[in-house]
């Protein structure tokens, strides 16, 4: 089992910055691939970054390419999501989710255990 929690969420303006942090307790953190997600209401959860359990592999959905940079430290049991250049369309709750096994995917059924998540408004 895996607990995790995100934390970092808030208002911001367009072109800002955000952290997200995804904190893990509970089994050995550095077995999982680690996912980052995000859903607004109406719509499905959709895939933002993913990262391999070792760090060193990651993965990017096409809208968040460039501006979002995902990363991890086995030795915290946490993995983060640094969101630059926020744009209104970013608007979301962000949610962590942890995948037994090597790899990250973007299909959100691969995942097992998943944060509450933490929303993000970027607005004027």
């Known amino acids: 089992q895996v607990q995790l929690e995100e934390s970092g969420g808030g208002l911001v303006q367009p072109g800002g910055s955000l952290r997200l942090s995804c904190t893990a307790s509970?089994?050995?953190?550095?077995?999982?691939?680690m996912g980052w997600f995000r859903q607004t209401p109406g719509k499905e959860r959709e895939f933002v970054a993913g990262?391999?359990?070792?760090?060193?592999?990651?993965n990017y959905a096409d809208s968040v390419k460039g501006r979002f940079t995902i990363s991890r430290d086995n030795a915290k049991n946490t993995v983060s999501l640094q969101m630059n250049s926020l744009k209104p369309e970013d608007t979301a709750v962000y949610s962590c989710?942890?995948?037994?096994?090597?790899?990250?995917?973007?299909?959100?059924?691969?995942?097992?255990?998943w944060g509450q998540g933490t929303q993000v408004t970027v607005s004027s």
């Open positions: 989710a942890a995948r037994s096994a090597t790899f990250s995917t973007s299909r959100k059924s691969e995942y097992s255990y």
């Open positions: 509970g089994r050995t953190f550095s077995s999982y691939a």
């Open positions: 990262i391999s359990k070792s760090g060193g592999s990651t």
